[in-house]
């Protein structure tokens, strides 16, 4: 993989095409042919979502600082630019994962707000992980062995039927997490509740204000909480907070950047910082 390090913090990890040798933004494969990824840096985030399909747990997760306990038949669920590090025995972890980029999907579907619409993405009320089943084990491994299947072989449509494997499976991982914890899937009531999710993931770092998203959406701040309400049962505020908290942790883990720039001034070591080239990887 391609890096952006800061040595004593924070890697950075971009998805690389060249070096997973795919020619879309995806990815998908098996523990043995990455062993080392997790562990090789102390602390790391990346670009894409990352699914992974453990079969065989041990140890833990701290992700953005919340301890996640592994387990045999997980599938645990990975935003882009949360904070990783993995306290494990990688040796003895059997999982398959998939790696993918966002805007992987974005020709093929025109909604925008897609992944915003999955409940186990970009959010940490609940728990970014599901148990597997049989049933549930043998439907998810045949999608992801389509998929690589594409990847390996790909030809004119191979885009299309990659794209259509993989907003199946969000779907249906979607409703079995609904299940799971209990949580509505509904026909979406409107776009403005997703629109915010958007723009707070765009500009948390400068405003942190209902009010101000509320005027760039050119409504009210009572209707933007009453269509966030609707939408995903909590308010504006609780979205904005929980968001703001994510951004403060990772903020706060970059802080002594300035210290470690070079005098020939290398800029901020967190989002530029060395280029390195990892010896195994998804790429």
Same mark, same amino acid.
Request: hydrophobic residues 35%; charged residues 30%; positive net charge.
């Given at each position: 993989?391609?890096?952006?390090?800061?040595?004593? +913090?924070?890697?950075?990890?971009?998805?690389?095409?060249?070096?997973?040798?795919?020619?879309?933004?995806?990815?998908?494969?098996?523990?043995? =042919?990455?062993?080392?990824?997790?562990?090789?840096? +102390?602390?790391? =985030?990346t670009d894409f979502f990352s699914f992974y399909f453990i079969r065989k747990a041990n140890g833990f997760l701290l992700l953005n600082f919340r301890q996640i306990e592994l387990y045999?038949?997980?599938?645990?669920?990975?935003?882009?630019?949360?904070?990783?590090?993995?306290?494990?025995?990688?040796?003895?972890?059997?999982?398959?994962?998939?790696?993918?980029?966002?805007?992987?999907?974005?020709?093929?579907?025109?909604?925008?707000?897609?992944?915003?619409?999955?409940?186990?993405?970009?959010?940490?009320?609940?728990?970014?992980?599901?148990?597997?089943?049989?049933?549930?084990?043998?439907?998810?491994?045949?999608?992801?062995? +389509? *998929?690589?299947?594409?990847?390996?072989?790909? *030809?004119?449509?191979?885009?299309?039927?990659?794209?259509?494997?993989?907003?199946?499976?969000?779907?249906?991982i979607n409703r079995q997490y609904a299940e799971t914890y209990h949580l509505p899937v509904d026909v979406p009531k409107n776009n403005y509740a997703f629109q915010f999710k958007d723009?707070?993931?765009?500009?948390?770092?400068?405003i942190q204000r209902v009010g101000e998203y509320a005027e760039m959406l050119h409504i009210s701040r009572i209707t933007l909480n009453k269509s966030v309400m609707a939408q995903f049962?909590?308010?504006?505020?609780?979205?904005?907070?929980?968001?703001?908290?994510?951004? =403060?942790?990772?903020?706060?883990?970059?802080?002594?950047?300035?210290?470690?720039?070079?005098?020939?001034?290398?800029?901020?070591?967190?989002?530029?910082?060395?280029?390195?080239?990892?010896?195994?990887?998804?790429?």
């Open positions: 993989m391609k890096e952006i390090r800061n040595p004593k +913090k924070l890697v950075s990890v971009p998805f690389s095409k060249t070096r997973c040798g795919v020619d879309f933004y995806i990815n998908t494969g098996s523990s043995k =042919d990455v062993c080392g990824v997790l562990t090789e840096n +102390k602390m790391f =985030d045999d038949d997980m599938v645990l669920f990975l935003s882009p630019h949360q904070k990783q590090e993995w306290h494990v025995d990688e040796a003895a972890l059997d999982y398959t994962f998939l790696i993918f980029r966002e805007d992987f999907m974005r020709t093929f579907i025109a909604d925008k707000f897609f992944v915003y619409r999955l409940l186990y993405c970009y959010q940490t009320d609940t728990p970014p992980h599901l148990s597997m089943n049989s049933e549930l084990y043998t439907e998810y491994f045949s999608l992801l062995r +389509k *998929i690589k299947e594409e990847l390996n072989r790909p *030809i004119a449509d191979s885009y299309n039927i990659i794209v259509s494997l993989l907003f199946y499976l969000l779907l249906i723009l707070l993931e765009q500009h948390i770092h400068k049962g909590v308010s504006a505020n609780h979205l904005l907070k929980q968001r703001l908290l994510k951004y =403060d942790k990772s903020r706060n883990c970059c802080s002594d950047c300035k210290t470690n720039r070079s005098r020939k001034g290398s800029g901020n070591e967190c989002s530029r910082g060395i280029h390195g080239k990892r010896k195994r990887g998804y790429d």
